[in-house]
């Protein structure tokens, strides 16, 4: 794949953001962002956001950061560490490299400027929030994100010490509990 330099300086160009997880953004450095094969979303959601890809303006971003959370909690009990691939992170895509179709269903529900397309999106067109400041999707480092994911969140263990030395001996389980993650960790600030 030859890569294509951007031609548009950051304050020249309009970008479109995508929220997704920590654990899909290997996937996408590699293929892109893939039209969607249903959606994640409950409702009405399903018929409308079938091969499509969905971006708002910056103004829709804590919107869908907040439905990305719901999603976490619904699918993940956060009992491991693998519960850190549920971290919302936001993407940058700059929005002259493809064709793109205003998105009603999600400028109503996000009351901010939002599209779909059909088009898969180039990985070499977007951009990911580290936590500090915006990096090409190709030069991102996921395992440091996720180390930073875990430092910003707390294990709760779980009260079950067992009441007898003989069931505390024969506990040989890991500590139970769950972790609490911070999902705004990745939530990037004001442009």
């Known amino acids: 794949m030859i890569k294509v330099s951007r031609i548009l300086t950051s304050s020249e160009a309009k970008y479109g953001y995508h929220s997704t997880f920590l654990g899909r953004v290997d996937g996408i450095a590699e293929l892109g962002l893939q039209p ?7 409702g009405g959601y399903a018929g409308h956001s079938k091969g499509r890809i969905f971006l708002s303006s910056w103004d829709g971003v804590g919107f869908w ?3 990305m959370e719901d999603i976490a909690h619904h699918n993940s ?7 850190f691939e549920w971290t919302p992170v936001v993407l940058r895509v700059d929005l002259d490299f493809f064709d793109q179709e205003q998105d009603e269903v999600g ?7 939002a599209w779909h397309s059909s088009e898969v999106i180039d990985p070499d067109y977007i951009d990911i929030w580290d936590g500090m ?5 190709d ?5 440091t994100m996720v180390e930073r994911s875990k430092k910003a969140s707390e294990f709760e263990a779980e009260d079950t010490e067992p009441q007898t030395e003989e069931e505390w001996e024969q506990n040989t389980d890991e500590t139970k509990g769950w972790w609490n993650l911070d999902f705004d960790i990745f939530e990037p600030r004001m442009p």
């Open 107 to 113: 400028q109503r529900d996000s009351g901010a400027e």
């Open 36 to 42: 969607s094969g249903g959606s994640q979303f409950n």
């Open 77 to 83: 009990d956060f009992d491991s560490e693998a519960c």
């Open 139 to 143: 030069s991102v480092d996921v395992d």
């Open 65 to 67: 950061l907040s439905k």
């Open 133 to 137: 400041k915006w990096v090409e999707l």
